[in-house]
């Protein structure tokens, strides 16, 4: 079983929609949460990084944790085209180290 | 400013041959991850560096895959007798200090086995 699991998706959504992205982990010891965006044969770019549960908000972007249930999410507010790209989750033990990632969902945003 | 560069972007090798790929992190960033991503999943962790030191290799696959960065700045992963499952994106990403969050990315090498 992997350590993070991501719906798998694809996703295709009209232009405006609401999107929701969600990933579950197993272990506890994860203590950060990331979500990347990743364009088609480019790197993945950090969207969004918490620490605690609750609740982040960047612009259109929500990052949720909720670490009692290991539930992190990503809501997408009036979604554009430009939005369309692979959405992958990401979990941390340490600040600085490194990243286990979901397998993606991919999303499209239709106008 | 520039951002993270790999070389070469694609790559393709006959099964047998070995590889050599290059990243050119940002600038004084101390800290560098090598992640191998397959096609259709997210980017499995490989090797981490600090400065030159290579302290984690855990999620090297196997003895054929070898990474270094002999001056604290660009690092090369090599990958010796290639084999059709090494055939992946290879990213490498960098990080400013030691106790930053953020991973820079590069674009990746698409290696290729045939």
């Known amino acids: 079983q992997k350590e993070v699991e991501q719906d798998p998706g694809p996703l295709s959504v009209p232009e405006g929609a609401i999107v929701s992205l969600n990933c579950t982990y197993s272990n506890s010891a994860f203590q950060y949460f990331m979500w990347y965006r990743q364009y088609s044969r480019k790197g993945p770019e950090l969207l969004m990084y918490t620490y605690s549960s609750g609740n982040k908000e960047d612009g259109r972007f929500t990052a949720q944790v909720d670490k009692s249930s290991k539930y992190i999410s990503l809501f997408i507010r009036d979604s554009q085209p430009s939005d369309s790209a692979t959405y992958l989750c990401?979990?941390?033990?340490?600040?600085?180290?490194?990243?286990?990632f979901g397998d993606g969902t991919t999303l499209t945003v239709k106008p | 400013g520039a951002g993270v560069s790999q070389s070469p972007r694609y790559k393709v090798a006959k099964r047998g041959q070995d590889v050599a790929l290059r990243c050119d992190p940002i600038s004084g960033h101390v800290s560098l991850f090598w992640y191998q991503q397959a096609l259709g999943q997210g980017p499995e962790f490989l090797t981490y560096?600090?400065?030159?030191?290579?302290?984690?290799k855990s999620g090297l696959p196997s003895d054929r895959f070898f990474a270094e960065r002999p001056e604290g700045s660009v690092s090369t992963l090599k990958i010796q007798r290639t084999q059709q499952e090494d055939s992946a994106v290879y990213l490498c990403?960098?990080?400013?200090?030691?106790?930053?969050?953020?991973?820079?990315f590069g674009p990746g090498t698409r290696l290729t086995v045939t």
């Open positions: 990401a979990i941390k033990k340490t600040n600085a180290g490194k990243s286990t």
């Open positions: 990403a960098s990080i400013e200090h030691e106790t930053s969050y953020e991973q820079y």
């Open positions: 560096f600090q400065n030159e030191a290579q302290l984690d």
